[in-house]
């Protein structure tokens, strides 16, 4: 195997805020992204996502540990990472509102060395790419959230970065605009460039990422494929059927590692939390004519509130 | 070199997007007829030249502590201080190039001082010794520009960087002798003004504008520039030190 795009190891970072209790929001966290990879960093409000992204666009260092971009260091090699990378921060900040889109993406060109000839043309292209065509001579102050967010993708991108760090990028996007933003970013896949993307969308996760690390409270709770994760909780497994009567519902429901039993608009979903659980139900489903009968992992959503739990709006 | 210019570039679109930045071309014209009105009632035309002089340095100065001192904090506020620290261009050759253009609209103070002494007062600037107030100018916007590198990184570390930049101001004009020579400042204190790079340019403009040939014209250029350069110098290091560490502390945006 070559140089990994992104590799971190045992990287902690810990905040000493003046007159409170120090924050650990990194703690020995491990993680390794191959070339052309998308992947997704999963977790809750707090869980040291945009703190372990900072760190590897070189704007955060970490209190230890070492992290590397494409072989070089994010602490010592800073000056040789930063050609390397794009990064968009989430949120409607960091972008000259009194300018217009173009002026901002043709000063942050500038700043990755580009001749003012490659800064109008990279420019150009990146407005249009990011459907900004018809406002791009507007003021940034005049744009919507989404469109905000499409010119912060636009910057991210104007360094022609082989390593993007995309934190919360499709917040305030609209759902067609989130869905084309997912296929630019496997556009951005195709051209050979890695993507670590910090989200709370599953949707966008599951959909766009080859991995995902989930992460909660600064620890990793497991990296793998979106769909592996899944399998990871098979024992979660949920059947649908239909075509079964009350009383084969009502044995079901009494077997043990059935969790629960409900019907839904004519259907029953009967969801099992023990290995094993599927088979005999399924045998019972069968047996007692079920007219359709499907099983089905967990979607990634699932598996989040399954390992992380569900913590309501607690951070 | 790209830096430099993408931070000119982008100072002069902030000026033109942003009305309030033109401030200081409203009150220079207006403290250079406040200073010649004193002048004449004092019955000392021989200072009206001096008079025209003080706001175009006053002006330079006001630039530098209000807008390019406040330039990384507000960045930094904005979130756009983490962007830029992540990209290979160099924060003190953006900034410096940022305050370049800060530097070209102050000196457009000395011609708006020009048409107001003319127009209200029939006082014209004169010009004794032309190429010596030229290069006067350039230095004194040169090391301005210098230091407010060093102000601008210093004042990241405050909490409210406005404080220190409304309070500084007239001390420095005391100090730098912008109203009245620094020579005529208690003794003690005339070793501060020395260091003060400001004071070697007061002091040059105004001989530049009268008849007797200039005394060691640049050697004392050369003065100007070198505590301009000092600054600068040392403004970086400082900036390099508040950048590590503001990234170390995480914060290098304000929440």
Known sequence: MGTPAVEVEEISRVFEPRKKPEVVALDDVSLTIPPGEIHGLLGPNGAGKTTLVKILSTVLLPTSGRARVLGMDVVDETKAVRPQIGIVFGGERGLYWRLTGRQNLEYWGALYKLSARETKERTQRLIERVGLAERADERVETYSRGMKQRLHLARGLVGDATVLFLDEPTTGMDPLAAREFRTLIAELRDEGRTILLATHDMVEAETVCDRVTLIDRGKVVATESPRTLGRVISRFQRIDAEGVDGTVLDEIRALAGVSSVSEVEGSVRIEVDEEGATRVVLGRLVDAGATSVRTSLPSLEEVYVQLIGDRGLEV | ?255
């Not at chain 2, 009206?48 to 706001?55: H, R």
């Not at chain 2, 330079?60 to 904005?78: E, F, H, S, Y």
């Open chain 2, 1 to 255: 070199m790209r830096a430099f210019l993408a931070g000119f570039g982008l100072e002069a679109r902030m000026i033109r997007a942003a009305p309030e930045a033109l401030i200081p071309l409203v009150t220079a014209p207006l403290f250079a007829l406040v200073f010649l009105a004193i002048v004449r009632q004092s019955g000392r035309p021989d200072l009206q030249a001096d008079a025209l002089m003080a706001p175009v340095l006053m002006t330079l100065w006001w630039v530098a502590l209000q807008q390019a001192g406040t330039m990384i904090t507000g960045d930094r506020w904005q979130a756009l201080l983490e962007p830029l620290i992540a990209t290979p261009a160099s924060l003190a050759s953006v900034l410096l190039g940022r305050i370049a253009a800060l530097m070209c609209l102050g000196l457009v103070s000395f011609f708006e001082v020009w048409a107001a002494g003319k127009l209200a007062f029939g006082v014209s600037i004169p010009f004794e010794h032309p190429v010596a107030l030229g290069l006067t100018l350039l230095v004194t916007a040169f090391a301005t520009a210098g230091v407010s590198v060093a102000f601008a990184a210093v004042f990241v570390l405050t909490r409210n960087a406005y404080t220190f930049t409304n309070s500084l101001s007239y001390p420095l004009y005391l100090l730098g002798g912008v109203f009245v020579p620094a020579a005529i400042l208690p003794g003690w204190i005339q070793p501060v003004s020395s260091a003060i790079f400001m004071s070697w340019s007061a002091d040059l403009l105004r001989a530049s504008l009268k008849p007797p040939p200039i005394d060691d014209l640049w050697q004392r250029l050369g003065m100007v520039v070198l505590l301009g350069a000092t600054s600068f110098l040392i403004g970086r290091a400082i900036l390099f030190h508040v950048m590590r560490r503001l990234r170390a502390n995480g914060e290098l945006a304000a929440a």
